[in-house]
Each structure stands twice: as structure tokens, then as C-alpha cells.
């Protein structure tokens, strides 16, 4: 049968290129999915069913229409990288990307993004955080040329010490 069902995820979802404006709500059903690529659409959120995809581990939306990283992404457990570049983010909240504890990689290069929260350097295991061509200002360009382990130690300087 065609059509979403439990198995699915067994390949990789690979939806990339398809004009989406939106996921079906039966999404939440692929929950041994690891991989989704929603890269190039026309997408603006995700259903809240995406909160079930507990075996996600990559994750791209890169070049879609979001605004801000979308609420059911942070309940998922075993996403490592995050790919959201392209769209137009305008701020990003670390106090709950702190809560995806297995992130690796969060890629928000060429977004809208006004501030870089010096709290990102707080995501536990955070390794790669690619954030060029957005409107913030400082860090400078020449911080962010040094790569992310740079840019995270540059962050982590800045967070208020409680």
C-alpha cells in the first residue's frame, strides 16, 4: 500500500524538492525514521506529530520558509544534526535547544537572525554551529572565519556568569 505507515522509515525519508507546504500529520507515525531530508520546499512548520519521531538523528529543512525552529523539534531525543540554513530564522531560543541533548550540529547559516545568544555554547554537546550570512554583527566576520570551535569558545566568553 502507498501511503505512510509504520514501516516505512526503513529508507531514509528522503521528501527534498517536492514544493511541500505541508506534512501530513501521519508523519508521526514513522517513528524508526532517522533521517528526513525536507530540504527545498515551501514549508513553514511542521506538524506537531513530528514530536514522535523519537529515532530521528538528521534532520535537514534547509531551504524552506521557516521562521523560527519549530516547537516539536525540541522533544526529540536522538536528533544530532540540525540543518536549517536558508530560511529565515529571526531568533533562536538556547534555553530549549539546551534540552536537545544529543545535538552535534546546528546549521543556521543564511537566516534572518538580528542576535547570536552567547547561551548556544551551552548545548551540551555541541561541536558544529554554522551561522554565516545572517544580520547579526558581533560576533565579527573574523570570528566566525575561524570555524565553530572559535566561535562556540568566542560564545561561551560571553555567557553572564550567574
Known amino acids: 500500500?502507498?501511503?505512510?505507515n509504520a514501516e516505512w522509515p526503513l529508507r531514509p525519508g528522503e521528501l527534498g524538492s517536492n514544493n511541500l507546504h505541508q506534512l501530513p500529520p501521519?508523519?508521526?507515525?514513522?517513528?524508526?525514521?532517522?533521517?528526513?531530508?525536507?530540504l527545498n520546499n515551501n514549508l513553514k512548520e511542521l506538524p506537531a506529530e513530528c514530536s514522535s519521531l523519537v529515532a530521528l538523528e538528521d534532520l535537514n529543512l534547509g531551504?524552506?520558509?521557516?521562521?523560527?525552529i519549530p516547537e516539536?523539534?525540541?522533544s526529540l531525543p536522538a536528533v544530532c544534526?540540525?540543518?536549517?540554513?536558508?530560511?529565515?530564522?529571526?531568533?533562536?531560543?538556547?534555553?530549549?535547544?539546551?534540552?536537545?541533548?544529543?545535538?552535534v550540529c546546528l546549521d543556521l547559516e543564511n537566516n534572518n537572525l538580528g542576535?547570536?545568544?552567547?547561551?548556544?555554547?551551552?548545548?551540551?554537546?555541541?561541536?558544529?554551529l554554522l551561522v554565516l550570512g545572517n544580520r547579526f554583527k558581533i560576533p565579527r566576520a573574523?570570528?566566525?572565519?575561524?570555524?565553530?570551535?572559535e566561535v562556540l569558545a568566542w560564545l561561551k566568553n560571553k555567557v553572564p556568569q550567574s
Open 1 to 4: 500500500s502507498s501511503g505512510i
Open 26 to 38: 501521519e508523519i508521526g507515525k514513522l517513528v524508526k525514521l532517522r533521517k528526513l531530508n525536507l
Open 63 to 68: 531551504q524552506n520558509k521557516f521562521e523560527e
Open 72 to 74: 516539536c523539534l525540541y
Open 81 to 103: 544534526n540540525l540543518i536549517i540554513s536558508n530560511n529565515q530564522i529571526k531568533s533562536v531560543e538556547p534555553a530549549k535547544l539546551r534540552t536537545m541533548t544529543s545535538l
Open 115 to 128: 542576535r547570536l545568544p552567547p547561551e548556544l555554547s551551552l548545548i551540551p554537546n555541541l561541536r558544529t
Open 142 to 149: 573574523d570570528v566566525l572565519a575561524k570555524g565553530s570551535a
